[in-house]
């Protein structure tokens, strides 16, 4: 019996598609806003559209060579019946699905299935006292908790469905079977999610055969290198399994921010007409296979050719002036050395610049915490853009319809409150110079965020002060305090007004 995964957010994707702007609110005041300019609609200032998200930047190499297919005809993998001959590097494999009973079964090989299930065991611990009352995990605890139970559901269908055994993915002196090894649980969570996305393919051969090979090719390659824990780890982003996803239709999942402005589609041609600068009719951001289609045929092409103005054409109109840099010593805990440029469960590529949200609030809305949310910088607007995932099959990212609005713009921007341990914001806007609300003719106010990861929180604190963005800290009760006092329309889990 299939065990249904506990819902965390990403996990299951809703479908939030041209779906209208909540006609009624039921908003319960919070805090006071403190803003009071209005702004004229763009018309003429040519601030750039979003662009695809599906892809890297090209690579000179994809760009002029094409990497040959691995098909039924180019496979070189050999068998007699029982075990592999060929290659070396799988070499006295079984064909067959091996178990602890089987004669080439490694006596030090722990029992992964047992591995995985203590550690789901322990994690469905957590899970469940998250839900006790007056539990005192945070959303984005709570949230990762339950992102490890699904995992270790879905590596547990794999250990039982999968034609083969983890340990018999290569011949045994690939074969790393301690901690970092093969069977590690976010390792074996890829390796099950990459042999899944190849039964989407149409191909001539099994998935397994396919990942074989290509590992194959790598240790060529990379020679004594090689490491088939890391290259599984980083599969996702393998050349040849991009390039399998472009050919069959379906879309590699991209940062949110997308490309740099300016940039082209991997694959695609040099001549493809781009998307206008202005900001018309963006119904939603989606990403573009890397073989491009006509510009007839091109979503995003069709959604930003329409006249009519656009729904944050009053959001993004002028230059921000430069803001004054913080005077004294520097937080160093700010600091991060480096970044996870994968989306936790998905895969998807994340930039520098883009910070996963768990949850958004102003006075007159709060995001759903059922949805895959970022805060994507936009450098040529100096703003931070609040980007919805509508789908990924294909993947396309939205943006919310006015009167919602959960973007930051930089310059109106005055402080940031902020607690690691609350894992929550308090966005202070300035008193001059703010937007006023398409709802109700007031100005937005404030805005606060709770974030899922302690590490993306502090890049995004860092990347602020960079900015020259004045930074508090306030304790946790103060973050929460200010949490629950501010209370708003609650967005439904299809995020009602993203397109």
């Known amino acids: 019996m299939k065990e249904h995964p506990v819902p965390t957010g990403s996990l299951t994707v809703r479908e939030p598609e041209q779906i209208p702007t909540p006609h009624e609110y039921r908003v319960t005041p919070g805090f006071t806003p403190a803003n009071a300019r209005n702004r004229p609609p763009l018309v003429d200032s040519p601030t750039p559209t979003s662009m695809p998200i599906d892809s890297p930047q090209p690579s000179e190499e994809a760009a002029e060579e094409p990497l040959e297919e691995i098909t039924r005809e180019t496979l070189e993998l050999k068998d007699d019946g029982l075990v592999y001959t060929f290659p070396m590097c799988m070499e006295g494999v079984p064909v067959a699905k091996i178990d602890e009973n089987h004669p080439y079964w490694d006596p030090h090989w722990p029992n992964v299935r047992g591995l995985i299930e203590s550690q789901l065991a322990r994690w469905r611990e957590k899970h469940q006292a998250t839900l006790a009352p007056g539990a005192d995990t945070g959303g984005s605890s709570k949230y990762h908790i339950g992102q490890q139970v699904n995992r270790g559901i879905k590596i547990l269908e794999f250990l039982e469905e999968g034609d083969i055994s983890p340990y018999q993915l290569l011949a045994k002196n690939y074969i790393v079977a301690g901690k ?6 976010d390792t074996l969570f890829r390796l099950s999610e990459t042999l899944l996305e190849l039964a989407k393919f149409k191909l001539d051969i099994k998935p397994v055969e396919w990942i ?28 040849k399994l991009a390039a399998l996803r472009r050919k069959h239709g379906f879309k590699n999942i991209g940062r949110p921010s997308g490309m740099k402005m300016g ?16 900001r018309k009719s963006m119904q ?35 230059r921000p002036r430069r803001l004054e840099p913080v005077v004294g010593p520097i937080h160093d805990a700010f600091h991060v050395e480096d970044y996870s440029d994968t989306e936790s469960w998905s895969g998807v590529d994340i930039s520098p610049q883009d910070y996963r949200l768990y949850q958004v609030k102003t006075r007159l809305f709060t995001s759903s915490t059922q949805v895959t949310q970022y805060w ?124």
Not at 180 to 185: A, K, L
Not at 292 to 318: C, G, I, N, R, Y
Not at 422 to 432: C, F, N, P, T
């Open 180 to 185: 970092g090894g093969i069977c590690s649980y």
């Open 212 to 239: 074989r090979q290509r590992l194959y090719e790598l240790i060529k390659v990379q020679g004594a290198n090689f490491n088939l824990p890391k290259t599984i780890y980083d599969f996702y982003h393998d050349p």
């Open 263 to 278: 940039g082209q589609n991997v694959g695609s041609p040099s001549d493809t007409p781009k998307p206008s600068k202005k």
């Open 284 to 318: 939603s951001v989606t990403t573009t296979p890397r073989d491009t289609p006509q510009a007839d045929q091109s979503p995003l092409a069709a959604q930003v050719s329409h006249p009519h103005e656009s729904p944050f054409s009053t959001h993004l109109h002028k």
């Open 376 to 499: 994507c910088w936009q450098e040529e607007d100096q703003c931070f853009e609040h980007q919805v995932l509508k789908d990924i099959n294909p993947v396309s990212w939205g943006l919310h319809m006015e009167p919602i609005d959960f973007h930051l713009n930089l310059n109106e921007v005055s402080e940031v409150v902020w607690n690691i341990e609350a894992l929550r914001i308090h966005v202070v806007m300035r008193i001059e110079g703010s937007v006023l609300s398409k709802k109700d003719g007031l100005p937005r106010g404030d805005v606060m965020a709770s974030f899922n990861r302690e590490r993306t929180m502090r890049r995004f604190l860092h990347f602020c002060r960079e900015k020259g963005v004045k930074i508090l800290k306030e304790s946790t009760a103060e973050l929460d305090r200010r949490w629950e006092s501010m209370q708003s329309e609650q967005l439904p889990e299809r995020e009602r007004g993203a397109q």
